[in-house]
């Protein structure tokens, strides 16, 4: 047991070395206001920003840099106010709403505030205006969530898929499942943006890695715990704690602040129907679809699928009829680990990476899980998709901001009503 | 290299308000989990509603500060109820996934902008511990052993008001867990079948063991809300609750003085490593981090510990190895 934790620690501490290599910080010091000024993904350089307290006493100011920040160091944690100076902004760019130049802000002792403008192309014509009956354009707004809610239930879908299955063979619950989607968007990072290699190589590349690690982690860790007859409680607990180390490995690496990649940052929409949608979210989708298929057609018709569902199903009988459970599992691992970076390599590409971006839709995908039945891999799939689908179609009658808890409402009454989930057996719920 | 600084720094964490709102959130933690092996992932969530209902009670609406903490105590009974009857009868893993899921519904509504009329929004709620610190009996002026440890005197009430809420839960659920209810409590983590066999509502005992860890949670957040004289709704995330799991594996589960030497010990080492290594960087004894990057390695050995605790010290420092069911029924 010894050598194997020695053994991880040491393949932990090489990914570090390779992050190290060539991983930039970008880190904010003590008390300040700060933020990223940008519009539709692009950094907008060269845009004057005043701090005053909140007795208009001036406090300091900054311009943007290339990459679209600035920030103002306050000598103490107070209220205040910071103004944009719109005369400042480049040509065709203005501020959303003309009359929120000035932000009023709390900072605390030893934090650094984030303050957000929101900008749009002036030259465009303001969204969500153009004419049109309001029956048809409300049709036309269900048609956009449903196309979102399928979009975002497919990036849950694939890091749901790895996490039924995982629970599925081993028991484990495992909460550092939204860590796996984060490393493999930050390793395609690192192959992107540090060594400068174009994203259609950088994922592949990240894709192989994240597999080698999900198959690390079974071989030289989880796979040694469950020898050791850990009980699934201890290990439920275990991957809480590598969760929030892996976490702050990643904000240790590439900072608190969110990154993008280096292709297919910005791009414009192109209008399907109803439905408005970039090129690279309809190609995303189409991979994830590809995958998830090929994920289902591998479990029903290959042999190692076959396998998998059986040890999934009762790994003793499993290994008494000749099945190496081991390594069953272990392909569960790597699989799964692949599938869950693909998701987060995809998410990326439409939304700042984070060190948080994972750990942000874990509970989406508990709850995908949950609703399609623990540790089976079709209602995973299922699941994920009503999920997605509910999140973004919920936002038609609550506030998007608070989409999420619907969610997770479902989450609690699927338990109480149908407690095995949809695609689920009674027996499961012990 | 400042010693006295860093030594300070970590011993007046060690006894201080981070020490008592974690100890608090562990004891109840340690009734849920230690005693009764419930798998409460949501007491982030309690003691947000602890926190809150004070806020809510003097800040937005303008009432006593005593109905505040009334508020605070019954709907974290009312909290553990809901979520009890959908989950108690089924195994432990769907407990764990239901709370961690509820406590992210209570932070996501205090912050949402559209009730940041009543929570605050992101920005949470201040001026609402006016009149706890009216009730201070120390005279202004630092208290303390100089040089090493050092309080203002409104420190000094939130201290002795949380230690007291320390001593008091501790010496209640001493108390209680050598009673026959308790011993219903221990044998229902040992067997809940054979507790059942011989005739006990387990359902009710597991209710009321989840109902008193979410109330004693609520109470953390008093403290919490407290001794900053300020809510922020981002404190309250799920990472809080881990950091109370660890507080609580970290002294040892199902004993009663393992929550709070557990946090005494967690803070204080957390900040003597913080501290040390940040005035490390500052005076240029360790040059390739970054004084922010010290947070993140801070976070990095918390779920280290948690992970080499579980696996090579599972009962922590005074638990007893064979006591710790840690395996799911």
């Known amino acids: 047991m010894r050598r194997a934790v020695i053994a991880f620690t040491a393949f932990m501490g090489g990914l570090i070395l390779v992050f190290l290599a060539g991983a930039s910080t970008a880190w904010a010091e003590g008390e300040e206001v700060r933020?990223?000024?940008?519009?539709?993904?692009?950094?907008?350089?060269?845009?004057?920003?005043?701090?005053?307290?909140?007795?208009?006493?001036?406090?300091?100011?900054?311009?943007?840099?290339?990459?679209?920040?600035?920030?103002?160091?306050?000598?103490?944690?107070?209220?205040?106010?910071?103004?944009?100076?719109?005369?400042?902004?480049?040509?065709?760019?203005?501020?959303?709403?003309?009359?929120?130049?000035?932000?009023?802000?709390?900072?605390?002792?030893?934090?650094?505030?984030?303050?957000?403008?929101?900008?749009?192309?002036?030259?465009?014509?303001?969204?969500?205006?153009?004419?049109?009956?309001?029956?048809?354009?409300?049709?036309d707004r269900v048609a956009q969530l449903v196309f979102e809610g399928l979009n975002l239930g497919l990036i849950i879908a694939l890091g749901a898929v790895g996490l039924s299955l995982i629970f599925g063979t081993t028991g484990l619950t495992n909460f550092a499942h939204g860590e796996l989607l984060t490393i493999g968007a930050f390793l395609a990072f690192f192959f992107n943006t540090v060594l400068g290699l174009h994203l259609l190589v950088a994922a592949p590349i990240a894709?192989?890695?994240?597999?080698?690690?999900?198959?690390?982690?079974?071989?030289?860790?989880?796979?040694?715990?469950?020898?050791?007859k850990t009980g699934l409680i201890s290990m439920m607990i275990i991957s809480i704690g590598l969760a929030l180390f892996l976490r702050a490995l990643l904000l240790f690496l590439f900072g608190g602040g969110g990154e993008s990649y280096d292709q297919y940052v910005a791009q414009a929409g192109i209008q399907i129907g109803p439905i408005s949608a970039t090129p690279k979210s309809l190609i995303a989708m189409g991979i994830e679809i590809?995958?998830?298929?090929?994920?289902?057609?591998?479990?029903?018709?290959?042999?190692?699928?076959?396998?998998?569902?059986?040890?999934?199903?009762?790994?003793?009988?499993?290994?008494?009829?000749?099945?190496?459970?081991?390594?069953?599992?272990?392909?569960?691992?790597?699989?799964?680990?692949?599938?869950?970076?693909?998701?987060g390599i995809l998410l990326g590409t439409t939304q700042n990476l984070n060190f948080q971006m994972g750990q942000q839709i874990l509970l989406l995908m508990f709850a995908g899980v949950t609703l399609g039945g623990l540790g089976t891999a079709y209602g995973a799939l299922v699941g994920s998709l009503v999920v997605g689908m509910f999140v973004q179609v919920s936002t038609l009658w609550i506030p998007p901001e608070m989409k999420t808890i619907g969610a997770l409402v479902v989450l609690i009454i699927v338990l109480m009503v149908r407690p095995q989930g949809i695609l689920g057996r009674r027996e499961r719920i012990g | 290299m400042d010693w006295t600084l860093i030594i300070s720094r970590a011993v007046e964490a060690g006894i201080g308000s981070e020490a008592i709102i974690y100890a608090l959130a562990a004891i109840g933690l340690n009734v849920q989990f230690g005693y009764t092996g419930l798998l409460n992932f949501g007491q982030a969530g309690f003691l947000a509603i602890g926190a809150y209902s004070i806020a809510v009670t003097v800040a937005t609406f303008g009432l006593p500060f005593f109905l505040g903490v009334g508020i605070g105590l019954l709907l974290a009974a009312v909290l553990a109820l809901l979520l009890g009857i959908p989950t108690l009868r089924l195994r432990a893993d769907y407990l764990a996934i239901v709370t961690i899921a509820a406590a992210e519904i209570v932070r996501l509504v205090v912050r949402s902008v559209a009730l940041s009329d009543t929570f605050g929004g992101t920005d949470g709620l201040q001026a609402f511990s006016g009149s706890f610190y009216d009730m201070n009996p120390y005279p202004p002026g630092e208290y303390g052993i100089p040089p090493i440890i050092g309080f203002d005197n409104r420190s000094m009430w939130v201290l002795t008001v949380g230690w007291?809420?320390?001593?008091?839960?501790?010496?209640?659920?001493?108390?209680?867990?050598?009673?026959?209810?308790?011993?219903?409590l221990k044998a229902i983590r040992e067997d809940e079948d054979a507790v059942r066999s011989l005739g006990?509502?387990?359902?009710?005992?597991?209710?009321?063991?989840?109902?008193?860890?979410?109330?004693?949670?609520?109470?953390?957040?008093?403290?919490?809300?407290?001794?900053r004289s300020a809510v922020q709704p981002d404190l309250y995330s799920t990472d809080l609750t881990f950091y109370a799991y660890t507080v609580l594996i970290l002294g040892g589960a199902a004993r009663i003085l393992g929550?709070?030497?557990?946090?005494?010990?967690?803070?204080?080492?957390?900040?003597?490593?913080?501290?040390?290594?940040?005035?490390?960087?500052?005076?240029?004894?360790?040059?390739?981090?970054?004084?922010?990057?010290v947070g993140a390695i801070r976070l990095m050995l918390v779920g280290l510990g948690l992970i080499l605790l579980l696996i090579y010290r599972p009962q922590g420092i005074f638990g007893d190895k064979r006591e710790i069911s840690l395996d799911a029924r």
Do not use: H
């Open chain 1, 207 to 228: 894709l192989v890695i994240a597999a080698a690690f999900g198959w690390g982690q079974d071989r030289f860790f989880w796979g040694q715990l469950r020898r050791r």
């Open chain 2, 259 to 293: 929550p709070i030497v557990g946090s005494m010990l967690f803070w204080l080492l957390l900040i003597l490593i913080g501290t040390g290594l940040e005035n490390a960087v500052n005076t240029g004894t360790i040059t390739f981090i970054t004084v922010n990057q």
């Open chain 2, 200 to 227: 006990k509502n387990v359902f009710s005992y597991k209710m009321q063991a989840l109902v008193i860890g979410g109330v004693i949670g609520s109470m953390a957040g008093f403290i919490f809300a407290l001794s």
């Open chain 1, 35 to 139: 933020g990223t000024l940008r519009l539709q993904g692009q950094p907008v350089q060269g845009v004057k920003i005043t701090v005053t307290s909140d007795a208009d006493a001036p406090v300091g100011d900054a311009t943007t840099g290339a990459d679209g920040t600035w920030s103002v160091p306050i000598e103490k944690a107070g209220s205040y106010k910071v103004t944009l100076d719109q005369a400042t902004l480049p040509a065709g760019k203005a501020l959303r709403d003309p009359n929120r130049g000035t932000l009023t802000v709390q900072v605390f002792e030893g934090n650094a505030r984030n303050v957000l403008f929101g900008l749009v192309d002036a030259n465009a014509p303001p969204k969500g205006q153009d004419g049109g009956g309001g029956g048809s354009s409300y049709w």
């Open chain 2, 164 to 184: 007291v809420l320390v001593a008091i839960a501790s010496f209640i659920l001493f108390m209680a867990m050598k009673s026959p209810w308790g011993r219903v």
């Open chain 1, 290 to 343: 590809a995958v998830l298929i090929a994920v289902g057609l591998a479990l029903t018709y290959t042999r190692l699928g076959k396998a998998t569902r059986a040890v999934a199903d009762n790994p003793a009988l499993a290994s008494s009829s000749g099945i190496n459970v081991d390594r069953v599992i272990r392909i569960v691992w790597a699989a799964g680990t692949c599938i869950a970076a693909l998701a």
